[in-house]
């Protein structure tokens, strides 16, 4: 599991170079062919024994962040969101600047607001970054525009949970790391895929079907959970604890029958606890693949994370294994790639 | 012909999205001495190759289209309804000059205000939205040709101000102009790179007249030539000037090495440049062309615009020259 | 053409889920066509005839609904739409899932709760009751990710057609009918029938990839103006014939495709409506947008009360249509 290490790793949107490095660095011996595309996604090939066809495994490498939009008179730093986060995640926060330099995300103290003010959220207008600079000519010094910034936040385990930053989709990286670490070759080519810029509208994987022409393809993600004490449990997208999530639907695409039947029989014939996904919001690179070039059937399967978007999410490591054993199985079997070929 | 003659000749063509002819036949003219190949594209657009025999492909798009309208209902009486092409602010439409564009022939309209006197005082503290909103047809020769469906072009007589230039549809003649005085700085130049000079359809509407032109050509790099705000941003961005050169974008949608090399090559070369960061999509033809087929390169350069999607945006001649020689210099020097 | 519309309209078939009828179409299609295929989402790709120019006529199979994401103890379900359902339309209809059909029902603990549940009504107010007692009860009739339909049936009144998921079974119809019509053309005509076109335009994104037609037209339906205080900005009307499209809110009709139509309309004196629809797409955006390009336009059958499980259209308007594109595609 390389969790830990992806999750800390800085690799905003359109900056993914050292997540790449790192996953290129421990799959390259273990892999017929690795390359690097036009955009930057990492792609590896395990060549079957057999031709019986492609099966594509998706990741992406970035996680949502910030980038610097305006340098201020006072030294401050004025930022835009890459990707989705909600502002509200953000007051208070230690945020790492370009690829090694240290700024905080302040707000006004709560002696100076007025009433009103106190339960107004925080905007992208009012947010500012400060790193110690008391001029802008001093901040332009260490700063420029466009530069980005990435949460910071340590990795921890502690009773059977992992809390940190990027787990969506590091998790699904890892994943994908543990099945090539497996060393198996198969019947037919697996493709491994870790993308870059889903978060910005699933674009990195908009060119992977030019270029591989998978028959089938499993997106690998990490999903929210939802299951707090503020929300029905009837409302819950899914549950910390209940196994890998497997999609049925979600914005812009409903999943494959075929391949959806596959990961179901799978995870009950290994005995694998698994749940469905219940909720259609959000999307993943399956919509995207599933548009491009000739198409593909296309499944879903992702870890259940809370508070994914924030510096700081739970996952349940019994979770991160049986998606692992779920994939796995999938992958060994076989049918995933026989059924579509039909 | 002169740069502000140019974007004054190419403003006073009306082709909104969808119906890019007659400026594509304009600009054919201008450019067929300045090119090897020259292709129409299927979706109405136009190529000019400029071949080197060399091992990569470049293409620089500027899209042709402007913002519009259709006619999407008659009423009785010589009256009309609207639907926009493109983001047209109904603000700016009130108490305008269009042209209809009818099967025999382009016809006047007037989009009215009832007079200040005859409005109830609530009323004129609201905007009329297009389901209000109606043109007058009864000014025009033509009126009894127009049908559901015909082009509306809001008039914007370009005109020279202080040295800059004021008109409708600078957004994009502008890049096509700097296309187009690209293209003749490049006649003093060896290219090593098939260039491609790509004006493209259908922008304006998110269609996909560049990213399609992008997958037929299978293009190494691109650079999109568009627009983007002068002199006003939301508070949290640095703001863009007019007259301080063209603005070279950098974000996802921008392949980093190449912006890298454009960022040299205009500090080379003595150009000024301005720069924006786009942490999203650039909401350009940059977006779907970088992810056209396998990938391209791009890049994103824009003239800084005034008033933008309003009949009397502003542009200055002299970022549409700097961005003419960035992009020559661009195309010549590039080191790959 | 009214039973065959009848069979098509009644298929059930949401986003996704096109098994039914994907095979109802194989049937009608494969004595009249040269060859057909199934490509790897589902769309069907068929063809007949020679000829130097391609051209791609579309419709989608796919019908909005409803899929269940949650079960309570009590045996209620869930549900998310799947493509265009409003709350609104749903609430207190019945909804069919393959083994079972349920009504819906709205949460409101007080009089209050209920109105303003009312007043700005979402899915997650919704439930469906299928009759069960309990949990186990309801996963054995309509399992989590059981997809759902609009329970109807189709009629005829005072001569018009009604019934759900026109949209846009009466599209497979005019092409299945030109399909059947059309002689003597020096064009290859390719016919598709694609998927999930409502959650995103998702199969006609793919299914001209190898055959990159010289242009495509997509027959779809589109809003019709003519109930009390409809849309004041559309045109289009029941009667008037195939309405052509202009632009909606998703592409803009390839020009040079629409003038030809309009030729052949009034060359063959076939009626005809100019379209111009403010909001919505067809296949039509995407298919413009495979690869590098194909000139696309839409012809639209003109229906009242879209997406919705009464869903209307004059007969003559379809009839019309089939005329239409017969001769486009045999006047070359």
């Known amino acids: 599991m390389y969790l830990k290490e992806l999750s800390e790793i800085p690799g905003v949107s359109g900056d993914e170079d050292e997540v790449r490095n790192f996953i290129r660095e421990r799959i390259e011996g273990k892999l017929d062919e690795v390359r690097t595309d036009r955009m930057g996604n990492l792609i590896g090939i395990k060549k079957g024994r057999k031709p019986k066809g492609r099966l594509l495994l998706v990741a992406h490498m970035d996680e949502v962040g910030l980038m610097v939009t305006k340098i201020n008179d006072d030294g401050t730093l004025s930022f835009a969101p890459v990707g989705g986060v909600d502002p509200r995640v953000l007051p208070g926060k230690r945020v790492r600047v370009g690829e090694d330099k240290l700024g905080i995300i302040g707000y006004r103290a709560i002696h100076l607001q007025k009433s009103e003010e106190i339960k107004k959220p925080p905007s992208y207008e009012n947010l500012r970054i400060y790193m110690g600079f008391s001029s802008k000519k001093e901040a332009e010094k260490e700063v420029e525009i466009g530069t980005y910034v990435s949460f910071l936040t340590k990795y921890t385990e502690e009773n059977r949970k992992a809390t940190g930053k990027a787990f969506d989709d590091r998790g699904g990286c890892s994943i994908l790391m543990d099945i090539i670490d497996l060393n198996e070759r198969y019947d037919f080519d697996v493709y491994f895929a870790f993308v870059v810029q889903e978060e910005v509208g699933l674009r990195g994987s908009a060119i992977l079907m030019e270029q591989l022409h998978p028959d089938v393809a499993l997106v690998l993600e990490t999903t929210t959970a939802g299951d707090n004490p503020e929300i029905p449990e009837h409302h819950w997208a899914t549950h910390l604890g209940d196994g890998p999530v497997i999609t049925f639907a979600h914005r812009g695409y409903v999943t494959d029958k075929r391949v959806l039947q596959v990961l179901i029989e799978t995870a009950v014939k290994h005995g694998i606890p698994f749940q469905m996904k219940r909720r259609t919001a959000g999307g993943t690179d399956a919509g995207r693949l599933a548009r491009r070039g000739r198409g593909v059937p296309a499944g879903v399967i992702s870890i259940p994370a809370r508070y994914i978007h924030s510096p700081l999410s739970i996952m349940d490591l019994g979770d991160y294994r049986n998606t692992f054993e779920l994939v796995k199985s999938v992958v060994e079997d076989g049918k995933i790639v026989e059924e579509v070929s039909g | ?336 | 053409m009214k039973e065959l519309v009848k069979k098509l309209t009644e298929a059930f078939g949401p986003s996704g889920r096109e098994d039914e009828i994907r095979n109802l179409i194989l049937e009608e299609i494969k004595d009249h066509v040269d060859g057909y295929k199934v490509d790897k989402v589902g769309n069907i790709l068929a063809w007949k005839g020679q000829g130097e120019r391609k051209v791609l006529l579309d419709a989608h199979m796919d019908e909005i609904g409803v899929v269940v994401t949650n079960i309570d103890e009590a045996g209620f379900l869930r549900i998310e739409p799947v493509g265009g359902v409003s709350p609104y339309t749903i609430f207190r209809k019945r909804i069919r899932f393959e083994r079972v059909t349920g009504v819906v029902g709205m949460e409101g603990e007080t009089q209050d709760e209920i109105e303003k549940n009312l007043s700005k009504l979402s899915f997650d107010k919704l439930y469906v009751d299928i009759g069960a007692r309990n949990r186990e009860e309801a996963e054995k009739l309509a399992p989590i990710g059981s997809f759902g339909v609009y329970d109807s049936h189709f009629m005829e009144v005072a001569g018009r057609f009604a019934s759900k998921a026109m949209d846009d079974r009466i599209g497979c119809a005019v092409i299945i009918e030109v399909l059947k019509r059309v002689k003597n053309s020096d064009i290859t005509l390719f016919a598709s029938f694609s998927v999930q076109e409502e959650v995103g335009l998702v199969g006609a994104s793919v299914v001209a990839y190898d055959i990159m037609p010289d242009e495509a037209i997509a027959v779809d339906v589109t809003d019709s103006a003519d109930t009390p205080k409809a849309i004041k900005r559309h045109p289009m009307v029941l009667g008037k014939g195939p309405a052509i499209k202009v632009m909606d809110k998703a592409s803009i009709s390839d020009k040079n495709i629409l003038e030809k139509l309009i030729n052949t309309a009034e060359k063959k004196g076939i009626p005809y409506q100019m379209e111009v629809l403010i909001f919505g797409g067809t296949n039509a955006a995407v298919l413009q947008r495979t690869r590098y390009g194909i000139p696309s336009a839409t012809v639209s059958i003109p229906t009242r009360y879209l997406h919705t499980p009464s869903e209307m259209i004059e007969p003559s308007d379809v009839e019309k249509t089939i005329e239409l594109l017969t001769s486009y595609l045999e006047g070359g």
Not at chain 2, 27 to 49: F, N, P, S, Y
Not at chain 2, 151 to 165: S, T
Not at chain 2, 266 to 286: F, M, V
Request: net charge negative; glycine share 10%; hydrophobic share 40%.
């Open chain 2, 1 to 336: 012909m002169k740069t502000k003659d140019l974007l004054m000749e190419l403003s006073r063509i009306d082709a909104p999205s969808g119906f890019e002819k007659e400026a594509i036949d304009f600009i054919e003219k201008q450019v067929k001495d300045l090119a090897d190949v020259m292709k129409k594209t299927r979706l109405g657009g136009l190529i000019a190759g400029i071949k080197s025999g060399g091992d990569l492909k470049i293409g620089i798009f500027a899209h042709v289209d402007e913002i519009g309208f259709v006619i999407s209902k008659i009423e009785d009486g010589n009256f009309a309804r609207l639907e926009t092409v493109g983001g047209v602010d109904p603000k700016v439409v009130l108490a305008s000059e269009v042209r209809v564009y009818t099967r025999d022939g382009p016809t006047r309209g007037v989009v009215g205000l009832l007079a200040p006197h005859l409005q109830k005082p609530e009323d004129r503290k609201k905007v009329p939205m297009y389901d209000e909103i109606f043109v007058d047809l009864s000014v025009g020769s033509l009126a009894k040709s127009v049908r559901v469906g015909d082009r509306v072009v809001l008039r914007g007589d370009p005109i020279e101000l202080n040295g800059k230039i004021v008109g409708k549809a600078l957004d994009n003649r502008a890049g096509c102009t700097s296309l187009i005085k690209s293209m003749e700085l490049l006649k003093k130049y060896k290219t090593r790179y098939d260039v491609y000079y790509i004006f493209s359809s259908q922008e304006e509407v998110g269609g996909p007249g560049a990213a399609t032109v992008a997958y037929e050509l299978n293009l190494d790099f691109a650079i999109v030539v568009d627009v983007t705000h002068a002199d006003d941003a939301p508070s949290f961005y640095e703001k863009i000037s007019l007259g301080g050169g063209p603005v070279i974008g950098f974000g996802p949608s921008v392949d980093r090495n190449f912006w890298k090399k454009i960022m040299d090559i205009a500090k080379r070369n003595g150009i000024k440049y301005q720069k924006e960061p786009l942490p999203g999509r650039s909401g350009t033809d940059t977006d779907e062309v970088q992810i056209a087929g396998i990938g391209v390169r791009t890049a994103l350069i824009s003239i800084p615009l005034k008033y933008m999607h309003t009949p009397v945006e502003v542009v200055d001649p002299f970022d549409v020259d700097e961005t003419a020689r960035l992009l020559t210099h661009i195309v010549v020097d590039l080191e790959v």
